[in-house]
């Protein structure tokens, strides 16, 4: 069975700082191109925070530009959000959605099972 699991979610004051994990388990090879999603209350969708390709080039949503760092451990097939000055309006649900190459050679798209972030005061 192929998962992504998160973790590193939680409560933290404004101004604070968490770093989530999302690592490919099961038969998963490798991490291809991952992005990371986040939906907030009241929302239906899921909106872009972060994205890094295979090559490790990085693109971000503009709210996050300078306060979220999107990187990636091969070696542990996983992908880190690093989230520094962090505000309520940060609280959501955190997606990892990833391309994972698996061992049978295969290719497919899966997403995790959501983090929560809630950022209060």
């Known amino acids: 069975q192929v998962q992504l699991v998160e973790s590193g979610g939680g409560l933290v004051q404004p101004g604070g700082s968490l770093r989530l994990s999302c690592t490919g388990s099961?038969?998963?090879?490798?991490?291809?191109?991952a992005s990371w999603y986040r939906q907030v209350p009241g929302k239906q969708q899921r909106e872009p925070v972060a994205t890094i390709t295979s090559g490790g080039s990085t693109n971000y949503a503009t709210s996050e530009k300078g306060r979220f760092t999107i990187s990636r451990d091969n070696a542990k097939n996983t992908v880190y959000l690093q989230m520094n000055s962090l505000k309520p309006e940060d609280t959501a649900v955190y997606y990892c959605?990833?391309?994972?190459?698996?061992?049978?050679?295969?290719?497919?798209?899966?997403w995790g099972q959501g983090t929560q972030v809630t950022v209060s005061s």
């Open positions: 099961g038969n998963t090879f490798s991490i291809d191109g």
């Open positions: 959605c990833a391309v994972l190459n698996l061992l049978d050679r295969s290719q497919g798209t899966y």
